[in-house]
């Protein structure tokens, strides 16, 4: 018991050294972010590659498996293995992560960046124009939401009954919660959750948190067996000991008599043989004088 504590708490240690490695990679993230800011800004498809690309990195770093606990691009399938597809845009359902759960459930993940609007807030000079400008930042935000929304991610038959939405900029997403205090609900509401970079490592390493007992748990029976099936082998070997003992010991008792009868006994076959030989029966063989034992006399064979 006192083992299985100690267990515990050091990995409750290992849990907080992880969050902290993962708060400084985020840490770091935010800081590449805002010296690619320029770089991304208009171009669409640069953004989300660049968020996805973030996504993949923090899931790498979680702890958890890539193609066993998550996956990446992730096609969702019905129970026959058909591709399931959106109602919205009758395309098929490709998240950017998927992350399984030990019962087999899964929670969504998809990544959504929106930073022209957000460039333009940080830059403007004048109160009036960052103002207008978190705004529209707001509205791209609410704007992913409700696509997201139409993506009818959460029916998927494994999924929780939300989606994770992950905005990669940790200085975009405070923006667009302070320019919008109803914001989170407003999504919430919508069966999304608004996530950036350290929501997402917390939520990720109670994941692996539970993996980690899903893991111990599965030893624990797995050892309970084997010494159950060890232990039925042992009670089988010692019974199976017990009866070659008791067949050592007819055999013994057997070899006993017969010997009696060849060497030892009243008129036993060796003596017997001997008189025959005193009788005139001709050999090129002696038996040991040693062997030759009992009485020779015929009345004395029992």
Same mark, same amino acid.
């Given at each position: 018991?006192?083992?299985?504590y100690q267990k515990e708490s ?13 708060a400084e990679? =985020?840490?770091l ?6 010296n ?10 640069t953004?989300?590659?660049w ?9 790498e ?5 890539k ?10 399938k019905?129970?026959e ?7 919205a845009e009758?395309?098929?359902m490709?998240?950017?992560?998927v ?7 899964t ?8 930073l022209n ?5 940080v830059?403007a000079?004048d109160?009036?124009t960052?103002?207008?400008e978190?705004?529209?930042h ?9 696509a997201?929304?139409?993506?009818g ?7 929780l009954d ?62 309970a067996e084997?010494?159950?099936?060890l232990?039925?082998k042992?009670v089988?070997f010692?019974?199976?000991l017990?009866k ?5 010991e007819?055999?013994t008792k057997?070899?006993? =008599? ?13 003596r ?7 009788l005139g029966?001709?050999s090129k ?8 034992q ?9």
């Amino acid at each position: 018991m006192t083992e299985a504590y100690q267990k515990e708490s050091n990995e409750r240690f290992s849990l907080g050294n992880e969050v902290k490695k993962l708060a400084e990679l =985020n840490q770091l993230m935010s800081e590449e972010a805002r010296n690619l800011t320029k770089a991304l800004k208009g171009e669409t498809k640069t953004q989300g590659d660049w968020g996805e690309m973030i996504l993949e990195t923090i899931l790498e770093k979680s702890g958890l498996r890539k193609d066993e606990e998550y996956f990446m691009q992730y096609e969702l399938k019905d129970e026959e293995g058909k591709a399931l597809r959106s109602d919205a845009e009758n395309k098929k359902m490709r998240p950017d992560a998927v992350v399984k759960y030990p019962d087999n459930r899964t929670v969504i993940i998809d990544s959504k960046v929106s930073l022209n609007a957000f460039t333009r807030y940080v830059e403007a000079s004048d109160p009036e124009t960052q103002q207008k400008e978190l705004e529209a930042h707001v509205t791209a935000v609410k704007n992913h939401v409700i696509a997201l929304s139409t993506k009818g991610y959460d029916d998927y038959d494994k999924a929780l009954d939300f989606v994770m939405m992950f905005i990669p900029s940790e200085p975009a997403y405070i923006a667009a919660m302070q320019g919008d205090s109803n914001l989170w609900s407003f999504a919430y509401d919508k069966r999304i959750l608004l996530m950036n970079p350290t929501n997402l490592i917390t939520s990720l390493k109670l994941i692996v948190d539970l993996w980690k007992r899903e893991y111990q748990n599965r030893n624990s029976l797995a050892i309970a067996e084997r010494g159950a099936f060890l232990y039925d082998k042992f009670v089988g070997f010692v019974e199976n000991l017990q009866k070659v003992g008791v067949k050592l010991e007819d055999a013994t008792k057997s070899y006993e =008599n017969a010997y009696s009868l060849l060497a030892t006994g009243p008129g036993n076959l060796m003596r017997q043989a001997e008189e025959l030989k005193k009788l005139g029966v001709k050999s090129k063989k002696q038996l040991a004088k040693g062997l030759i034992q009992g009485e020779g006399e015929l009345g004395d064979n029992e």
